[in-house]
């Protein structure tokens, strides 16, 4: 079925929003002026509750229907922040921010669930209570997890959440999801290494560091190519590898590792984290240094909920006439944890064939706003008929 022609209407004034926000972004609990521009907009609209502040700058909108009979209420989620990166797409729209930029479509994602916002208030055909999320720090913040800390579920009384990202590659306005595991656990670690420096020409006085870490990083890998069931998803990454010394003749005391684990499950991310402090600990005392981990657990596994997927499929095949298997995706998503307090599910719409995300090249293509709009209201009312 097409979407929904309201929103043919309203493309234009979608698409100045989503623009608006693309030209100002900001990053993590620091969406303030696109916070009080969402707040602006759901009160115009004529939400029946407009609340800020929620998990320190996420905004709340509660929209009631022409009918509750039986005391209904679902949560639609849209993510607002940016991220840190420099654009270069070369747009006139593009952000005033220096180093900072909406590389991920997070402008895309809030201007359509104020769209849909906008719609829902006009007709109120649904017999129940939606309730509109716009949430900050998505990108590394846990704006999520603020959000449900400050009570979000509880206070309005949430029975189920949907999320919705785009996803580049994929034909404009498509849909594509997946029950149980989506996205993945997002981990850090930091591994000091400490041996004993000196003269790069008497190599049998130190401990040598460099090669001591380097150790380290290559033993890293065989978690997942020999602890880790091979059945089963994880990705052990170092991304950094720091010495203090910058000299060619210095063979350093100390080395600095950063890196991310990736998983899938939570008997996974245990198993990770384990043999990472066994693996650091025990190589560096086989060669007479030390080495401490600092591990650091970030987003949970993002967990769809097998019935509510249904729901959202087939609100998707209302809205595109079909619906997809998703990938697994080892990146992170913060919904996850809106999701382990209530049932619901997450959904990847097309993008079309633009930049990836997190590329200073990505931008949103405003042509997908009808079908995100859609399927937004498309969820409200068929979880809520009257």
Not at 45 to 56: A, K, Q, S
Not at 109 to 118: I, N, P, Q, V
Not at 120 to 145: K, S, W, Y
Not at 356 to 362: I, L, N, T
Request: proline share 4%; hydrophobic share 40%; net charge negative.
């Amino acid at each position: 079925m097409p979407v929904k022609n309201r929103f043919s209407e309203l493309l234009s004034e979608i698409t100045e929003w989503r623009r608006d926000f693309h030209t100002h972004p900001e990053i993590l609990f620091e969406t303030h002026r696109t916070s009080a521009r969402v707040a602006e907009l759901l009160r115009e609209f004529g939400c029946d509750e407009v609340v800020e502040g929620i998990g320190r700058t996420g905004v709340v909108g509660v929209i009631r229907g022409k009918s509750d009979t039986k005391n209904k209420v679902i949560g639609l989620r849209a993510d607002m922040d940016a991220l840190p990166i420099l654009e270069d797409t070369g747009v006139e729209y593009a952000s005033q921010t220096p180093g900072a930029m909406h590389a991920c479509g997070h402008d895309g994602h809030t201007a359509m669930l104020l769209g849909a916002a906008k719609y829902l208030c006009e007709t109120r055909n649904f017999d129940g209570t939606t309730v509109v999320i716009f949430q900050p720090a998505e990108e590394g913040g846990g704006g999520g997890r603020e959000m449900c800390e400050d009570g979000m579920m509880d206070r309005w009384n949430i029975q189920e959440v949907y999320g919705m990202h785009n996803w580049p590659g994929h034909a404009l306005g498509s849909f594509a999801i997946r029950p149980g595991a989506f996205f993945a656990a997002t981990d850090q670690f930091e591994i000091f290494v400490e041996g004993k420096g000196g003269h790069a020409a008497k190599p049998q006085e130190v401990v040598d560091t460099t090669v001591l870490a380097s150790q380290i990083v290559l033993s890293l890998q065989t978690i997942a190519s020999r602890n880790v069931d091979p059945v089963k998803q994880v990705v052990v990454s170092v991304t950094s590898f720091e010495t203090e010394s910058k000299a060619f003749n210095v063979i350093p005391q100390k080395v600095h590792l950063k890196g991310t684990v990736r998983t899938l499950s939570n008997d996974v991310r245990d198993l990770a984290e384990e043999r990472i402090k066994a693996i650091a600990s025990l190589t560096a005392q086989a060669l007479g240094g030390t080495a401490e981990v600092k591990y650091m657990r970030g987003y949970p596994v993002m967990v769809n909920h097998e019935v509510e997927t249904e729901y959202a499929v087939k609100a998707a095949e209302k809205v595109s006439g079909a619906c997809a298997d998703a990938p697994l995706v080892m990146g992170g998503e913060d919904f996850a944890f809106m999701l382990e307090e209530r049932p619901g599910a997450y959904i990847l719409m097309g993008n079309g064939d633009t930049a990836a995300v997190h590329h200073p090249k990505y931008n949103f293509d405003d042509n997908a706003i009808p079908a995100g709009c859609s399927w937004w209201v498309e969820m409200a009312e068929s979880r809520m008929p009257v």
